[in-house]
DNA sequence: TAACTTTACTTAATCCATTAAGTAGTTGTA
DNA sequence: TACAACTACTTAATGGATTAAGTAAAGTTA
């Protein structure tokens, strides 16, 4: 490998003046600056990121914590399409992507924790996009001096992108009713998740605004893109005497179970039951009839995310910490029948 | 931060010692060793990756450079699944996971290619799973020194992990002919990739060894995982007088573009015509009727390849550079009618 | 012309961990 | 007892880049 000490060598300067050369430093001749710069390129120089790393205490490289409930976290489309985006505005910023884990041992302080991690790689900041909030390991992340954004979250004087799931729900909700819908379920996770809580509040709030009422079984519980546990809850609703007319899932892909489970009893969407989804993923476009949901502004959030952390990381006295609210908007799929 | 010289301080030996006791030489008291070790932790002391990389030449982080057709790599959920288990059995022995890219700029030399990238992060090994394998900086990259294992493509002298393409096909279109499908079409895309030349030549093979025709009309073609263009592919083969009774798709989520052109037409699936996919990815098993589909073992190719390239990385000499072909399995759906 | 600036460098320290080579002190052996 | 062989360390060089501080030479000013 060619350093900057071959360069310095062939060229008869110190290295020094190779490094003030390379990085565009004014200390140096124009003349020398570009004898140097050609004899660089000529002899293949590559700069050496740990050498950098080490004297500079800037890795440019963000680590990017993350997996959801299931343990599955590139599989999930919302993030997967948040995480596209966020690598693409980082990479065009000139930051490199790490993933942060638990798997790299330190020796004999055994595997090394979240912000050990983060600290041994040197990331210049993180991003946290993963649902357990109150893992005391993302807690010490969050408490560390580590530039960092998070994703659906906010820990107290820390920067986050939040979509609105507040008004997320109530617009479906406020949809569905327009449309005629007065028995409407709503299948939730019940996790301890703030997304979670606002949605479930959202949806009673809303509901409780029209003048409707929801009775207890019209809110069965399903996990986060867990078909299996979706079809479950969307069985129990049909059994019910007083059968809701619309259900709202937790998430686009739940209500593939929930569709299974329609067909299954023989009833048709919507003629016999209106569904509604939350995310905006793909699969819903293409489902007949195609899916009403809220659609995610999914890139949005990734570079919203991407944006802020860089400059927290670069202008860290300038940048306000904020909660920055972005809002989904409601897709009119086929899902939901008009009521008369 | 505690760097090893705080610890050497406050235990009175020197840094050397220090390394040996943490790293665990032999060369050391036991005595010395424990006192070592006790400090370090109550001091909070963490390695640093920059130091120990400068002098070791070695990372304990791969690289991982993939986008596909669509320039979507983690949307896609073949390669989702795959870099998902790829990563945890990376994590597992202790390696990190970045990608390359070319957003780096390295001083005067412009932005970086994947090789320069790669150098610069001093990437133990890399992981190509992309389409474009004819990308001059690829090869540039799979001509270089470092280790390294693609996905789906063979480089000469290269660890490679393949999916069987051939008996892939081959399964399928026994299967459809076995169900008394004669007319069968293939929808494929038309690019470079061997993977596409071996479906293809499988296909065509297959089919004439079973004495069928394959009218040109048969053959549309549509961009992998492009829905809007397998709909129209499907649309053309609707509108054929002899239409086929049973559709091969380039891959599982192109089958919802033919879903809707189907439906559209007013056809029934399987009852009017039949249908196939390739992936087994999960929106497949939640449609009605399944989707019969060959299931790619993704998390086999995702651990195969990441053992193989960590065994390359750890015991270069005593790894045998070779070609893992790996086989799916037919999942038999109700997308596929028999025929009488 | 003397004194002061400015320019264009060089010197040397530094970031932190690793490791070959060196050295006391101890134990073993003939 | 004398020399060899260990053991348990220390010394010092090293990896590659950055940067504060120093310096010689050229330019500027009174």
Not at 54 to 73: K, M, Q
Not at 91 to 98: E, H, L, P
Not at 240 to 254: A, E, G, M, N, Q
């Amino acid at each position: 490998m060619v350093s900057m000490k071959d360069i310095a060598r062939e060229c008869g300067v110190s290295v020094a003046a190779v490094s003030k050369a390379l990085s565009g430093q004014p200390d140096i001749s124009e003349a020398t600056r570009d004898k140097i710069r050609k004899a660089a390129e000529n002899m293949g120089y590559q700069p050496n990121s740990a050498a950098k790393v080490l004297r500079t205490h800037r890795s440019n490289n963000i680590g990017v914590l993350f997996f959801d409930e299931a343990g599955n976290g590139l599989t999930n489309e919302f993030f997967a399409l948040l995480l596209d985006r966020f690598k693409s505005v980082a990479d065009s910023k000139g930051y490199d992507i790490t993933f942060i884990n638990r798997g790299l041992s330190s020796g004999s302080v055994g595997k090394m924790n979240y912000l050990a991690h983060a600290r041994y790689r040197a990331f210049d900041g993180v991003l946290i996009a993963c649902m357990d909030f109150h893992d005391p390991e993302v807690i010490e992340l969050a408490k560390s001096d580590i530039p960092l954004v998070t994703i659906d979250y906010s820990f107290e004087d820390r920067m986050s992108v939040v979509s609105d799931n507040v008004s997320g729900i109530r617009d479906l909700v406020l949809h569905c009713a327009k449309l005629g819908h007065r028995k409407i379920a709503y299948i939730h996770d019940n996790n301890e998740s703030s997304v979670t809580r606002d949605r479930v509040r959202s949806f009673l709030e809303t509901m409780d605004s029209l003048g409707l009422q929801v009775p207890e079984e019209y809110m069965p519980v399903a996990e986060y893109r867990k078909t299996e546990n979706s079809r479950k809850a969307t069985e129990k609703l049909l059994r019910l005497k007083d059968r809701p007319t619309c259900i709202l899932y937790p998430d686009d892909f739940s209500t593939l179970g929930g569709i299974a489970a329609i067909k299954a009893a023989g009833l048709e969407i919507p003629g016999d039951i209106s569904i509604v989804g939350y995310d905006g993923i793909r699969v819903g476009r293409h489902l007949t009839p195609t899916l009403t949901t809220l659609r995610q502004p999914t890139e949005l959030i990734g570079e919203t995310a991407a944006k802020k952390l860089i400059s927290l990381i670069e202008n860290p006295s300038e940048t306000k910490i904020e909660k920055v609210v972005v809002k989904g908007r409601i897709y009119e799929g086929g899902s939901v029948v008009k009521l008369s």
